[in-house]
C-alpha cells in the first residue's frame, strides 16, 4: 500500500473509530475484536511497506514509543466514557475529552513520524505506516480497560474474551 493510501485509510478508519465512540452503542467483548484485525492488518502493512529495507534500532524504538503512548492513552480514553446498564446490556458513550484524547494520540503519531525522518530516515517508512496498528493498539487498550470497567457494573452480563465469536 503506498503512503498517500495509508494515510487515506487511516484517516478513514480513525473518523470511524471517533464517530462509534462518541455516540450511544451497546459494549460486548466482540468490540475488541475489531482491535484485532486492525492490528493485523497493520502488522502486515508494516510488513509490506519496510520490505527487506534496513530498519536503525532507533526508528523501532520510535515505533515501540508510538505503540505505547497509543496504549497509553488508549487506558485514558477508557475512563473518560460512560457506561450504564439498561435491560441487561452494557451501554457506553464518550464524549468531548474521548475524541480529543484521538486527535491527541495522532498528534504524537505524526510528531513521531516527522521526528523518525529526520533522526533515522531509514525509519521513515516503518513509522510512516504505522498509524492502523497505532489505532489497534490504542483501541485495544480501551477496550480492555472498558470490559473491566463492565464487568464491575451492577445488572452486567458475564464478559469475557473467551465469549468473543
Known amino acids: 500500500m503506498n503512503g498517500m493510501l495509508s494515510v487515506v485509510i487511516g484517516v478513514a478508519?480513525?473518523?470511524?473509530?471517533?464517530?462509534?465512540?462518541?455516540?450511544?452503542?451497546?459494549?460486548?467483548?466482540?468490540?475488541?475484536?475489531?482491535?484485532?484485525i486492525l492490528?493485523?492488518?497493520?502488522?502486515v502493512e508494516i510488513a509490506q511497506a519496510t520490505g527487506l529495507a534496513q530498519v536503525s534500532t532507533l526508528g523501532w524504538v520510535l515505533l515501540v514509543t508510538g505503540l505505547a503512548v497509543g496504549a497509553a492513552l488508549g487506558l485514558l480514553r477508557a475512563a473518560t466514557v460512560n457506561l450504564w446498564v439498561a435491560d441487561g446490556k452494557v451501554f457506553t458513550q464518550g464524549h468531548w475529552g474521548t475524541a480529543a484524547l484521538w486527535l491527541v494520540g495522532i498528534g504524537v503519531h505524526v510528531g513521531l513520524d516527522v521526528l523518525a525522518g529526520v533522526v533515522a530516515p531509514s525509519a521513515a517508512t516503518l513509522n510512516s505506516s504505522s498509524i492502523l496498528l497505532f489505532i489497534a493498539v490504542s483501541l485495544g487498550a480501551?477496550?480492555?480497560v472498558t470490559m473491566q470497567r463492565a464487568r464491575s457494573l451492577p445488572g452486567a452480563p458475564a464478559m469475557t474474551l473467551e465469549r468473543v465469536r
Open 13 to 36: 478508519v480513525l473518523g470511524w473509530v471517533i464517530w462509534n465512540q462518541v455516540r450511544v452503542r451497546e459494549f460486548t467483548p466482540k468490540r475488541v475484536r475489531v482491535a484485532g
Open 39 to 43: 492490528g493485523i492488518v497493520g502488522v
Open 142 to 144: 480501551q477496550g480492555l
